[in-house]
């Protein structure tokens, strides 16, 4: 028996490949399937089940492309209501896999059809749980809002208290957790950098799992803190519920070259979206485009920041990397690219077209300058994160919330921003930028750079 966990680091996502006697299941595959089936083919065996989790609301899931190259059933668990051909498995069935069995243990709170799938070994050993969002290292999954219900967040807390008690820890201390996201995703407060534990230790470590925690403690802890769920999420759930497109032909139709004076002519009818590197960014880039650098976070954020996933996008990318931003934002639904700029910054520059920089300056210059000089400090970060620790007299305005709060900036000053090590601070640059506030200045480094100049 062999399980391997594949993860995609950009969407803080664990896929799962199982394996035994050349019998395979999948679960929670991502949009791009070619992975597991060249996994399979390797080893000469079959994918036999896709088993999901849950309706994913973060990711566009690869069920159906899988379903369809190889011919293996999608198993959802119960009150699951999609458009496709699929089997519900009821609570507690049993799929053979080879000489292993797996269990479909429904555990609902996160959505209401969420199921945790638990593997037996070929000894009829309980081996591990593939938790999905109900349970993850160090968290537990955030009540969604984002499928119509008449059940509200409490409802769902509630739900998900009795599923983790009830069908999650009674299960054996040794049992494996291989949970569905890891730290970063939006599906949770606050995970371990981990992405593979054991029940006994998240029993010992995890709030949510502590002994004598009753029901009301247990909703109020893990509805406090939580922030409006991402506007695309809805749209991609809608995707995972009815279908998509397969990626290779989201790829053939985006991977268009545009020349510099075609994308002026469609500037007002497209996203501008610059994908580079963030120094690269504020030394030129196109007036109006917005910055989400391949090199973070990239998928998320578009689809937390950006919201209108219908909307046209043209992409300024590093050259060569062109595909890669098509099939990440793929994954989070954004499949509307009209193309790139053939020649990058260069062609843009080359024909004299006009461009916008943003300013530069280091932790150290800031430092000296913040202490003569009354002016904005516009700190980016999340509310958790400035709380631990931030610039004296600077305004935290976390970047997700930052459109619908410019006029907390005070116009009359020059905005000196920073985030944690820079990536969000120049995306929060861009964005100010393409709104005409262009008094600003990017905080190199960050935080992480500041507080150095503080010890």
């Known amino acids: 028996m062999k399980v391997e966990q594949i993860y995609t680091k950009c969407l803080s996502q664990g896929s799962y490949y199982i394996e035994c006697n050349k019998e395979v299941a999948i679960i929670d595959p991502i949009r791009e399937v070619e992975t597991y089936v060249e996994k399979a083919k390797k080893s000469g065996s079959k994918i036999k089940y896709i088993f999901e989790t849950h309706i994913h609301a973060d990711f566009i899931s690869g069920h159906l492309n899988l379903a369809k190259k190889t011919g293996a059933k999608i198993i959802y668990g119960p009150k699951s209501e999609t458009t496709f051909n699929k089997t519900i ?14 269990v479909a243990i429904h555990t609902p709170g996160h959505t209401i059809e969420s199921t945790t799938y638990l593997l037996k070994d070929t000894n009829g050993k309980d081996h591990a749980i593939f938790t999905g969002d109900t349970l993850f290292l160090g968290d537990v999954g955030r009540p969604d809002l984002s499928q119509i219900s008449d059940l509200d967040n409490k409802d769902l807390a509630s739900m998900l208290y009795d599923s983790l008690r009830n069908k999650i820890m009674i299960l054996n201390d040794d049992v494996i957790v291989y949970p569905g996201h890891g730290q970063g995703t939006s599906c949770g407060k606050d995970l371990s950098s981990e992405t593979i534990g054991t029940l006994g230790d998240q029993k010992k470590t995890n709030y949510a799992l502590r002994d004598k925690m009753t029901k009301e403690e247990f909703v109020k802890e893990v509805l406090t803190g939580l922030l409006d769920p991402p506007k695309y999420f809805p749209s991609n759930v809608e995707l995972n519920k009815n279908g998509y497109l397969e990626s290779q032909i989201i790829l053939k139709e985006s991977l268009n070259a545009l020349d ?196």
């Open 260 to 455: 510099a004076n075609k994308v002026e002519e469609l500037i007002k009818e497209v996203i501008l979206l610059d994908v580079r590197n963030e120094n690269d960014f504020a030394e030129s880039h196109i007036p109006g485009s917005i910055f989400i650098g391949l090199d973070g976070r990239f998928a998320p954020w578009v689809g937390e920041l950006l919201e209108d996933i219908k909307k046209p996008i043209i992409l300024l990318a590093p050259k060569g990397r062109e595909e890669e931003a098509i099939t990440r934002l793929s994954r989070v639904g954004f499949d509307n690219i009209k193309g790139y700029l053939k020649g990058g910054i260069k062609s843009w520059i080359e024909l004299k077209k006009q461009t916008n920089s943003i300013e530069n300056i280091k932790a150290q210059d800031f430092m000296s300058l913040n202490s003569k000089f009354d002016i904005n400090i516009l700190d980016v970060r999340s509310q958790n994160e400035y709380l631990s620790g931030s610039v004296d007299g600077s305004l935290n305005i976390p970047l997700i919330n930052l459109t619908d709060n410019l006029d907390k900036l005070n116009s009359n000053k020059r905005s000196y921003i920073y985030c944690k090590g820079g990536y969000r601070s120049m995306i929060a640059s861009s964005i100010l930028n393409s709104k005409g506030i262009n008094d600003i200045t990017n905080i190199i480094g960050g935080y992480d750079s500041i507080s150095l100049c503080i010890e």
């Open 89 to 102: 498995a009821s609570d507690y069935e049993k799929f053979k896999l080879g000489n292993s069995i797996i």
